[in-house]
């Protein structure tokens, strides 16, 4: 039986991730990743060897989030799908599995917070501070 506890903490962690998932224009990000790769079917693609870099790096930066987003939202549903089940059983494998799937649906919404909140055209630029 689920405990109140996990409840809240299954309620705080889906209504982060439902509003991370929001600010996260998933459709947005494909058809940035479908534009950049018909570029690199160009044939003069690899005359330029710098912007080609650039491009492809953009590649693996969209698809990789992609992934992150198409995760949580899977991660979602399946803990979701968890809590149902707990909800009609007392089965204390399902509870670890649920304690399991919360670490986890926690540790991917941070990062994917962190990734969107750090997304400005600078955030990938290395920096310099110092503490006086």
């Given at each position: 039986?689920?405990?109140?506890?996990?409840?809240?903490?299954?309620?705080?962690?889906?209504?982060?991730?439902?509003?991370?998932l929001?600010?996260?224009?998933?459709?947005?990000?494909?058809?940035?990743?479908?534009?950049?790769?018909?570029?690199?079917?160009?044939?003069?693609?690899?005359?330029?060897?710098?912007?080609?870099?650039?491009i492809?790096?953009?590649?693996?930066?969209?698809?990789?989030?992609?992934?992150?987003?198409?995760?949580?939202?899977?991660?979602?549903?399946?803990?979701?799908?968890?809590?149902?089940?707990?909800?009609?059983?007392?089965?204390?494998?399902?509870?670890?599995?649920?304690?399991?799937?919360?670490?986890?649906?926690?540790?991917?919404?941070?990062?994917?917070?962190?990734?969107?909140?750090?997304?400005?055209?600078?955030?990938?630029?290395?920096?310099?501070?110092s503490?006086?």
């Amino acid at each position: 039986m689920l405990n109140k506890q996990q409840l809240d903490t299954w309620q705080e962690l889906r209504a982060k991730a439902s509003s991370l998932l929001e600010a996260v224009d998933l459709d947005d990000k494909k058809k940035q990743l479908a534009d950049l790769q018909k570029n690199t079917f160009e044939t003069d693609f690899w005359d330029d060897a710098q912007r080609a870099k650039k491009i492809n790096q953009r590649i693996a930066e969209l698809d990789a989030s992609i992934q992150q987003v198409n995760s949580l939202q899977t991660k979602l549903k399946d803990t979701d799908a968890l809590i149902d089940l707990l909800t009609d059983s007392n089965d204390p494998s399902l509870l670890v599995e649920l304690e399991t799937s919360l670490a986890q649906l926690n540790k991917l919404t941070a990062k994917i917070e962190l990734t969107t909140y750090l997304s400005g055209p600078y955030d990938d630029k290395p920096v310099v501070f110092s503490i006086h």
